[in-house]
């Protein structure tokens, strides 16, 4: 049964507390602060994501308010971000903008299931070379993606893929735009300098508004929004079905996956950023219906995927915001600028949305995480980090998710393979050594046709392997099997399927399986199979002496 508690948004929560105007003033503020800070980033992830800049600023509206509303953090901002900049142009790009409808609307039912399945917490145990993996592959193709918008480049099309991509712009060299790249620079330095000197103050706002009226007074070459995709809609779009065709849905079921797996993750990533910002706990199964109830809806207003955002997160808890009413009113301040000022947005030059980017892919790469992981970690944390971040850059981010998470699913189970250990306890071991136990001198007298296996570690389809093997090593059967198991804490099906064949050549005439000292986990899996009563109470003892002492029974019964 699930509970409710876990699924019940934080809004609630606010409002049965009682919601006062001191906490609606500092969320007044910081969600008019955050609303600024989003607009640039939510019109320059639209762009660079392959569709129209007023997408962007649905997804911002549609999600954010919904997010805040429905989310399992008091603090989480929502909407576009940069980590879904790859995947969704690389969607767009195969099936069209209502592929990635369908593919935003099926990941947002996954991710509602996924809460109400209460799966918030598993989300976390993602390996962290597969997100810092990942991660810094989206920030190296953001910035590749931008290198056009940069320079200027005089370009009729641009290759997805990354190779094609740098050589034409190697080809493209001699066309760039010094004012382009002038207006990039200058983003930098902007986006660089006004937190040291203002730190309230959104550089992304001043660089937007500053450049883009210098680029007008002036009149300064370079492409603009308007020049490229024409005017900004006013108001927002009534909400459309996406139309697609069965064959194409079976391919959109992989991104569909992908899209619900980095929501999931950087969603609940923001939350727990923020939690450790304002020592509150968020509730991850609410939060994952949070995000799916927004993608849902961001699908149907024409927008695109969208998370928690960890930067505008952590921008709405040093501004003052203490509840989801600072999201709220961060998603009607976008549509106020949206409804009021839309079509000024059209003369955004687009080489400040490219400066823009690579501030953020820079921020998301988060260098420092990727050299500590190669230099301080195993080989295989290594070799999981560079898969992913070379699959994310060169191939897709669909695959670099999957095999990522595959990989490292593979590589843990070879660690816990050979911590896992079978071994045969012989007479007169040395009691130290060998058991470190009370019971240890049984040892001293084992019964002739009687041997002894001791488990270590988790019984699963490593160790069981491992068991096996030394069984079939054995010249002479002996008439008893005493599997020790005071040190494994979790059985599988493959450990089971071990016992079970054991069971049936005992049935047959083989030694007989006497098991001691086995706990909770394994003993509830034992319980729940035929095994248990086929292997009978009496060979499920508490140790090791009462093991041997039912073995010396067994012994003489087959000697009458």
Partial sequence: ???????????????????????????????????????????????????????????????????????????????????????????????GYDGLAVATLMAGVLLIVMGFARLGTVIQYIPYPVTVGFTAGIAVVIMTGQIHEAFGFEMASVPADFFPKWMAYLKAAGTVNIWALALTCVTILILIITPRLAPRVPGSMVALVTLTAAVAVFHLPVETIASRYGSIPKGMPVPHIPHVNSAMLKNLVSPAVSIALLAAIESLLSAVVADGMTG??????????????????????????????????????????????????????????????????????????????????????????????????????????????????????????????????????RRMSEVANVRALQPGEDEEDAMGSADAAALQSIPAGVQVYEVNGPFFFGAAHKFASALSQIDQKPHVIILRTRNVLMLDATGLRVLETLQKEAEHGGPVLVISGIHAQPLQLLMRSPLYERLGKMNLVPDLNAALERAREIITDKSR
């Fill in 280 to 413: 509150r706990r968020h509730r991850s199964n609410a939060e994952l219906i949070a995000q799916g109830a927004a993608n849902l809806a961001s699908a149907l207003f024409r927008g695109i995927p969208a998370t928690g955002a960890i930067a505008r997160t952590a921008t709405n808890i040093k501004n003052g915001g203490q509840t989801p009413f600072a999201g709220i009113i961060h998603a009607l301040t976008l549509l106020v600028i949206l409804l009021a000022a839309g079509r000024w947005v059209a003369y955004v030059p687009m080489p400040v949305l490219a400066g823009i980017l690579f501030v953020v892919a820079y921020n998301m790469s988060e260098l420092h995480l990727f050299g500590r992981i190669l230099r301080s970690t195993t080989r295989s944390d290594a070799l999981v980090l560079l898969s992913t971040f070379m699959l994310t850059v060169l191939v897709d981010l669909t695959v670099a998710i999957q095999v990522g998470v595959a990989l490292a699913g593979l590589l843990f189970m």
């Fill in 1 to 95: 049964m699930i509970k409710m508690h876990s699924i019940e948004p934080k809004l609630l929560s606010v409002l049965r507390e009682g919601y006062s105007r001191h906490q609606f003033r500092h969320d007044l503020t910081a969600g008019i602060v955050v609303g600024i800070v989003a607009l640039p980033l939510a019109i320059a992830f639209a762009i660079a994501s392959g569709v129209g800049p007023e997408q962007g600023l649905y997804t911002a509206v549609i999600a954010g308010f919904l997010i805040s509303v429905l989310s399992g953090s008091r603090v989480q901002i929502g909407g576009p971000t940069g980590a879904f900049i790859v995947l969704v142009y690389e969607i767009v790009h195969r099936f």
